[in-house]
Every structure is written in structure tokens, then in C-alpha cells.
């Protein structure tokens, strides 16, 4: 079993900046975060393979995001720029035994962190 505390999120107004932060009790092919906001399914935000260091994102952050992986750490960061109120959701970090470009789906990882909170103030 694969644990997954996050932390770094918080309350930030639009344009501005945060990073999050996800540890892993052990290592694991890929590692990814997902968002969901009220009322809405959860959806893919970025994926990392820990081999490879290759990287996927959602079309709405791309150019604003960046996923990135410490292999000596075990931990998986998410620099997130230029926020908008739309990015507003609770984040989740994912670890998956496998990886490339279907694990852009939620249905691929085995583990999950708790969530933290990101709220984007217009």
C-alpha cells in the first residue's frame, strides 16, 4: 500500500502562484495529480513517469503548470502559475504502477492522497 501525503495548498488571488507537494511511502512507475471542484467528476491535471521523466498535462494548464519528480526524495511537485478562479477544486496526488498516455485517466493509479485545497480569488 502506497501513501501519499500532500501539502501546499491555500488561498492565492488570480495571476498569482502556488506549489504543491505530494510524498510517497515508495516508489512507483508514475505519479499524477487530478482536481475536482464542486459539482464536477474529477479530472486529469498532470502526470509524471518516474523513469523517463516524461510528462503529460490537461489542455487548460499547460503553459502554466509544471510536474516535476524528485527520485531521491520520492516526491512530486506541481508549480502552478498565472492561476484563474477556474482552477479553484481540491487537488489530489496519485501513484500508478504503470504509465504513458492513458494514465491521463483517474481509472489507472491504485493510490490516492487526502486532497488539499486550492481556492484562485478573482
Known amino acids: 500500500q502506497v501513501q501519499l501525503v500532500e501539502s501546499g495548498g491555500g488561498l492565492v488571488q488570480a495571476g498569482g502562484s502556488l506549489r504543491l507537494s505530494c510524498a510517497a511511502s515508495?516508489?512507483?512507475?508514475?505519479m499524477g495529480w487530478f482536481r475536482q471542484a464542486p459539482g464536477k467528476e474529477r479530472e486529469f491535471v498532470a502526470v509524471?513517469?518516474?523513469?523517463?521523466?516524461?510528462?503529460y498535462y490537461a489542455d487548460s494548464v499547460k503553459g502554466r503548470f509544471t510536474i516535476s519528480g524528485d527520485n531521491a526524495k520520492n516526491t512530486v511537485s506541481l508549480e502552478m502559475n498565472s492561476l484563474k478562479p477556474e482552477d479553484t477544486a481540491v487537488y489530489y496526488c496519485?501513484?500508478?504502477?504503470?504509465?504513458?498516455?492513458?494514465?491521463?485517466?483517474?481509472?489507472?493509479?491504485?493510490?490516492w492522497g487526502q486532497g488539499t485545497q486550492v481556492t484562485v480569488s478573482s
Open positions: 496519485a501513484a500508478s504502477y504503470v504509465y504513458g498516455s492513458y494514465t491521463r485517466s483517474y481509472g489507472k493509479y491504485a493510490f
Open positions: 515508495e516508489r512507483t512507475r508514475s
Open positions: 509524471i513517469g518516474r523513469n523517463s521523466g516524461s510528462t
